[in-house]
């Protein structure tokens, strides 16, 4: 199993973050999943068509740097982990399932 990692830098004015929620702004999970997707080699003819399982651990802030790495599992899943600042500390983990565009 090969392992892969990636940073990204959230927008400190991401704008899904002004209404989610007022005062205290966090990162809508559908942008960070969005943000993992992003990071993923694949060829042009690849989609994401399956998120297997996501957990939510913490919240994630706008402007956070997010830690990004994965393992490409035997069965042909993706497994992922996204952390902010310390990788003992995860915001997100899961599993994901890629397929040929067609």
Known sequence: MAS????RTL???EPSAEGHFPGNP???????????VSVLPTDKG???CEISSAKFLRPVRPGDRL???????ADGEIGFVCSTGNPE???LVGTLRLRARG
Do not use: M, N, S
Request: net charge negative; aromatic share 6%.
């Open 89 to 91: 500390r995860p915001v």
């Open 4 to 7: 892969h990692f990636a940073e």
């Open 67 to 73: 830690a990004i790495a994965w393992q490409d599992k």
């Open 46 to 48: 690849a989609i994401c």
């Open 26 to 36: 966090i990162i809508p999970g559908a942008i960070l999943l969005r943000e993992i």
């Open 11 to 13: 927008p400190a004015d």
